[in-house]
């Protein structure tokens, strides 16, 4: 028999002696080797669900956890098919016992299955991962399927439209309840005018101090800058400008009759074109209002219509996951009696719950719900409830979605804010700071995908609808039960005293947000109080020291933007289990002696503070984890020293002037890595010497001005790391995963910035007035560092402006995706002949493009798609373009990228007060000083 053979052979003994031994033990290797596999298949199958969630939220898995991972999906088949052929190998064996005739095929069987069972079994002391992913940041924007208009949806913006067209229609008012779908119907009107180039369309989300909020975000549109201008005479300014212009004004959320010529506003007539559509949740507003010439009501949906869109929202899959969800989903949709937001809502909470249990949970859920509030409006609330007690609580994302609600509706909330805020109550609970505050990114981004809160700020800031801010209320005070421990007076009461409050015993949060207020002199008792916000009040200048005696537990003080506020009392010494102090924005000229007291400060933000001046007792405030001076006191050679004295420090916002200050700050490892904000002014670096960032790895926003710098660079040599896999070696690119802002304003000698290349979470860059700047990414200097690369930048960017660039040849040297891009700007760039656009460029996105005609004359397109479509866009700020015929019939649906005068955010729902302010305040530093002169950039508008 050819395959067999004797053990009689001289030859062949020393070989059979030293592979017999894998033949007496094959029965319990392949025991051994199937369960092995069994867990080694369980571990991967949970690495694969772990970093499956991580990667939802925009975090890139670790390169070793994918190794793991394809090394068993290598041995897997392998093992399989040696379990697989098990049964007839031990019958071979059976067969011949351990004689001499012995197949040599089983042996080399037998030998392959105790190798594979160390290999799978070295494998599985391998799987166990700590980590799975990079823990850096979550991308800037989540990005959320487009809103669809049902049939009578569309039908109704057909109606809307045509009465706005109407020659005598100069007014039109859309009213309906809340969450309704008001704010959908006025978007998608906006499209419609921008599709048709009608004119300067101003599209302003209305602020709780109506008459002014409105002023403040025309005036913005307009280019008007103010401060301090009474409301008479803005509304001079905007109407000089307004009345020699066609426009469209967009409303959203008004409550009640506007005054136009208060506000500034030429009246709409047949002579002048113009149009103005409010939204409002009041039939009245509509009815009183003289110059309201037609009316929209928008209703709730039909059950079938209901049922449709509850379908779309909660997915194929899911419905399809077991044969009985169907006949649950429409009982589920049902109590929602057709309001698109409790349908959308609801939708996305049951899009991940594929068992039936789960489901009728739900319905028994929202079935009591209902019993328990039968006054509820439309059941409206209970239903939000019942998408709360869904809510995994896994994360306390329960308590960080109440705490949203201490804001104005529809107000824009800086997420950064969110993340601190719940970090120094503890609610958000690491030992780690840097895991913390992932971790509150990662919140909001699941309350994002939950759409209890939406995406706004150029993904900078977060904001409520106004009915899912009054159910959070509702939950927090115990449902209704405890009215005042959640206490929030905003300015639409034009209240000029504090709130007036039973039982201050029971406040636990408070909020005062851009009142009249011009003294605080209460001296009430609030045991139980953690968190006051007093921001954005233009007129308060003093809070008397008596204010704070009777507060041992506040742990957040927020007096942000309270622009006349100079002083700081002594008694702020009485608040001694606080952490988090926020004086941004604020007239203070100095920090009282009795901070020192406050031992458990953590938090400690001064940025924007220009008249501050004294700050020794900084160096007394060893607990302190972040520092920030952006913008404020200008970092020295003392302060330098007394924040080395600070051995927790973990965050830094600093100004620096002059190149000795910087080079000690980078020459200081534990302070120039503590660095996330830099705003860098009047430092010169020597010629053929670069500006590095290696020490600031941390950086996320870099703000240079009037600084005359080569170049902006990284070490790549030292920056790239080598790291060994199964494949042979591989190089990664040094990753500046933090950076979210640049300016630069007025730097003489730079050239290009291919550091860019290396930052992929950009979100706003803004470049101005550098005559020898010649490209953003240089593809030379690219390959240079890096060779070959698949790298792509901007992918997350959502504002670009390049403005004064005399010799700008190019940004980058293909065409790139642009996938969140909501803002381009380019001015005075007359060497510029191509934009890294395709047609494919930003698609599904609603962008705001302002373009000088010229440029657009001169550019070189991609390709004749991509020329179509870019040149459809008009420029409200610049001369016309030719009309397009090939662009008529084009919807927003399907050209969606369009020159849209947005101002504000694309809110809905009710009035959100605190708009104007909160918006100014977060725009100032974040993005809006990025698109603005120097001299304009820190104004308050």
């Not at 949906?301 to 429409?330: C, M, N, Y």
């Not at 996305?348 to 019993?371: D, P």
């Not at 381009?824 to 007359?830: D, G, K, V």
Request: with cysteine.
């Amino acid at each position: 028999m050819g395959n067999n053979f004797s053990v009689e052979s001289p030859s062949l003994a020393p070989f059979l002696c030293g592979k017999r031994k894998y033949l007496y033990n094959l029965e319990r290797n392949l025991e051994a080797l199937h369960k092995v596999m069994q867990d080694l298949n369980a571990m991967r199958n949970d690495l694969l669900k772990r970093v499956s969630k991580e990667e939802e939220i925009g975090l890139q898995g670790l390169q070793e956890v994918k190794e793991w991972i394809s090394m068993v999906e290598e041995i897997e088949p392998k093992a399989n098919r040696l379990l697989d052929e098990s049964v007839s190998e031990i019958q071979r064996l059976s067969r011949y016992g351990y004689c001499s005739l012995i197949p040599a095929s089983t042996y080399r069987y037998s030998e392959k299955v105790l190798t594979t069972m160390e290999g799978v079994e070295t494998l599985r002391s391998k799987g166990v991962f700590e980590a799975v992913v990079h823990r850096a940041l979550p991308p800037l924007v989540i990005k959320m399927p487009p809103i669809q208009l049902t049939v009578s949806q569309a039908k109704l913006l057909d109606t809307a439209w045509a009465r706005l067209m109407d020659i005598n229609v100069g007014t039109l008012g859309i009213y309906g309840r809340g969450g309704v779908g008001k704010t959908t119907l006025l978007t998608k009107l906006r499209n419609k005018l921008l599709v048709d180039a009608f004119g300067l369309v101003i599209f302003v989300v209305v602020g709780f101090e109506e008459v002014e909020s409105i002023q403040d975000e025309i005036g913005k549109r307009l280019g008007l800058q103010w401060r301090r201008k009474t409301k008479e005479r803005k509304a001079a300014e905007i109407l000089a400008v307004l009345k020699e212009k066609r426009f469209v004004l967009l409303l959203d959320g008004i409550q009640r009759e506007l005054d136009l010529e208060e506000i500034g506003v030429p009246f709409p007539s047949r002579d002048n074109g113009c149009k103005i559509v409010f939204t409002t949740q009041s039939l009245e507003a509509c009815d009183e209002s003289k110059w309201v010439d037609a009316k929209v009501e928008v209703t709730c949906l039909s059950p079938e219509e209901a049922w449709d869109l509850f379908q779309e929202t909660v997915g194929e899959s899911t419905l399809r996951s077991h044969q009985d969800i169907p006949k649950l989903a429409r009982v589920v949709a049902s109590t929602c009696r057709g309001l698109p937001l409790a349908l959308n809502l609801i939708g996305e909470a049951m899009s991940r719950k594929r068992t039936v249990s789960e489901w009728r949970y739900t319905i028994n859920v929202l079935a009591s719900s209902t019993a328990e509030f039968p006054d509820m409006e439309d059941g409206a609330l209970p239903i939000l409830k019942s998408i709360y007690d869904n809510m995994s609580d896994e994360k306390n994302i329960r308590l960080c979605f109440l705490y949203c609600a201490l804001f104005p509706e529809n107000c824009d909330i800086r997420k950064e804010d969110l993340v601190n805020y719940w970090i120094c109550e503890g609610i958000v609970a690491k030992e780690d700071r840097e895991e913390a505050e992932i971790q509150g990114y990662e919140i909001i981004c699941d309350l994002v995908r939950m759409r209890l809160l939406m995406e706004g700020g150029n993904g900078y800031c977060v904001r409520m609808h106004g009915m899912v801010r009054e159910m959070a209320l509702w939950i927090a005070s115990d449902f209704g039960r405890q009215k005042e421990k959640f206490v929030i007076l905003v300015g639409r009461e034009r209240r000029h005293e504090m709130p007036a409050v039973n039982d201050w015993r029971m406040v636990t949060r408070m909020s005062v947000t851009s009142t009249p207020i011009e003294y605080i002199i209460d001296s009430p008792d609030c045991s139980k109080l953690t968190t006051l916000f007093i921001q954005g009040n233009s007129n308060l200048r003093l809070i008397s020291g008596i204010f704070f005696r009777w507060m041992a537990s506040l742990v957040v003080l927020d007096l942000s933007n309270n622009r006349e506020l100079s002083e700081l009392s002594e008694e702020v010494s009485c608040l001694v289990s606080l952490q988090f102090l926020n004086l941004s924005w604020t007239c203070i000229t100095g920090l009282p002696l009795g901070l020192k007291e406050l031992k458990s400060l953590i938090h400690l933000d001064l940025d924007y503070t220009y008249n501050l001046q004294n700050i020794d007792v900084i160096a007394r405030l060893l607990n302190l984890q972040v520092l920030r001076l952006f913008h404020s006191v200008f970092m020295d050679l003392k302060l330098m020293e007394d924040l080395q004295l600070l051995k927790s420090l973990k965050e830094l916002s600093l100004s620096v002037r002059g190149s000795s200050v910087l080079q000690r700050l980078l020459s200081i490892h534990r302070l120039s890595s503590s660095i996330q904000r830099l705003h860098l002014t009047a430092t010169t670096i020597a010629h053929r010497e670069i500006f590095s960032l290696n020490a600031m790895f941390g950086l996320r926003e870099l703000d240079i001005f009037g600084c005359n710098i080569p170049e902006i660079a990284i070490d790549w040599r030292s920056a790239i790391r080598r790291e060994t896999v199964h494949l042979g070696v591989i190089e990664k690119i040094p990753q500046f995963q933090n950076i979210r802002a640049v300016t630069i304003h007025q730097c003489a000698s730079l050239t290009d910035l291919t550091l860019l290349l290396v930052a992929p979470c950009l979100g706003d860059l803004s470049v101005s007035e550098c005559p020898q700047m010649e490209e953003v990414i240089s593809k030379e200097r690219a390959m240079a560092k890096l060779g070959n690369t698949s790298e792509q930048p901007f992918q997350n960017l959502t504002k670009l402006v390049l403005d004064g660039l005399p010799k700008l040849e190019s940004i980058y040297w293909t065409p790139l995706p642009f996938p969140v891009l909501e803002y381009l700007e380019i001015r005075r760039c007359p060497e510029l002949r191509r934009l890294p656009f395709n047609s494919e460029s930003a698609i599904g996105n609603q962008v705001e493009m302002k373009i000088e005609e010229q440029l657009i004359k001169i550019v070189e397109w991609e390709d004749e798609a991509t020329k179509q479509r870019f040149s459809y866009f008009k420029n409200r700020d610049f001369p016309q373009m030719a009309e397009d015929p090939k662009m008529d019939g084009l919807t927003s649906e399907s050209h969606p990228i369009q020159n849209i005068d947005l101002v504000g955010t694309t809110g809905s729902g009710k009035l959100p007060p605190q708009a104007a302010s909160k918006e100014r305040r977060w725009s100032n530093r974040e993005h809006t000083q990025l698109v603005l002169p120097w001299n304009a950039r820190h104004m308050k508008f």
